[in-house]
């Protein structure tokens, strides 16, 4: 009983901690170069993929 409740704990502890959306934001998903910047110097979840080239400037192909 006692592993049953530490792995229900565990598991709804995992479920919250990640977002739904960590790591799915692509450059599609943005209307302009500038929207897209704004999110990849917030440092929200997923930011690191919209800098392919990893200069600093995300998603430059909307520009």
């Not at 229900?8 to 943005?30: E, H, K, M, R, Y």
């Not at 440092?43 to 995300?58: P, S």
């Amino acid at each position: 009983m006692k592993n049953i409740i530490v792995c229900a704990v565990s598991s709804i502890i995992l479920l919250t901690a990640v977002p739904a959306n960590a790591g799915g934001v692509v450059c599609a998903d943005f209307g302009s170069q500038a929207e897209a910047q704004a999110y990849f110097n917030a440092k929200k979840a997923g930011y690191t993929r919209l800098d392919r080239d990893k200069d600093g400037i995300a998603c430059e192909a909307l520009r």
